[in-house]
């Protein structure tokens, strides 16, 4: 027994400071939900949690890029769906005027005609989606090798969608010769042949047109879908390298806590070493 330095009751001391921190550390765990709260709970692991967080993030914002194109085009073919409906409408008015009409008639049905292009030619023109215009840029000159608008579908470099951007006004909607939608003129019954061959190209480059939005939005759709599973993978990485096993900690609290309460009732018994020591000389004579 030692009166100056309590040995026994210093390592008890020691041994409780120490349950105190294990302790204080298991209910943060417990209440933040984390078992990483700083970079000295775990270096290593804090790194890779971190990397991973950045890569879910981007492909979280990469799946509403993707969502966004997706109304994009969407958007698209419901113009394109009108202007399809008045070409078919023109390609009507083209057969009547190739059949028994006299000249006024046949300036009657040219009028629908002119106002039909240019219903054509404003839905195109006034189309656009946030500012972005697909179906006419004037850069284009040829709808067989359109502008490309590059829309990013993940988190890497490369990882990008290009969307194309035609240019479908009355005036490059053209036949194999190069006579323009916008020329059309039924006024003339031996253009017939020649009418029905622009408004054919026009309604096939319609289609063309529309069946690429098509791919490109399955495509984008499929992307999607596939940046959901992928972003749902690394959250559960992520989550077993930070969230807290809540039972496991319980577990631990439960024994840190009795082993709280016994080191004091340890300090009580050892802080009374001295005290017996003076008894003992008290006996002495």
Partial sequence: MRLN??????????????NLTVQAATLNKISTGSKINSAKDNPNK?????????????????????QDGVSMIQATDGALATVNETLS?????????????????????????????????????????????????ENVTNNDFPKYLNHVVG???????????????TEMLIDSQGNSLKD???????????????????ISTLSSVRSKYGAIQNRLETSAENLSGS?????????????????FEMAEYAKTSI??????????QTNKFPQDVLRILENLK
């Fill in 184 to 202: 059309m003129d039924v006024t003339n019954k031996e253009s017939l042949s020649n009418n029905l061959n622009i408004i054919n190209s026009a």
């Fill in 231 to 247: 972003s749902l993978n690394l959250e559960s990485a992520e989550s077993r390298i930070r969230d807290t096993d809540i039972a």
């Fill in 5 to 18: 330095q309590n040995m026994e009751s210093l390592n008890v001391y020691r041994n409780y400071k120490k």
């Fill in 259 to 268: 082993l709280h309460e016994s080191s004091i009732a340890l300090m009580q």
């Fill in 46 to 66: 804090l790194g890779v949690s971190e990397g991973l967080r950045m890569q879910i993030r981007s492909l979280q914002m990469a799946e509403k890029n993707i």
């Fill in 155 to 169: 988190a890497n470099v490369k990882d990008e969608v290009n969307i194309p951007i035609f240019n479908v006004t």
């Fill in 89 to 137: 409408r023109i390609k009507e008015l083209t057969v009547q005027a190739g059949g028994v009409q006299n000249d006024g008639d046949l300036e009657i049905i040219q009028g629908e005609i002119n106002q039909l292009k240019e219903h054509i030619d404003d839905t195109v023109n006034n189309f656009s989606f946030n500012g972005v215009k697909l179906l006419n840029s």
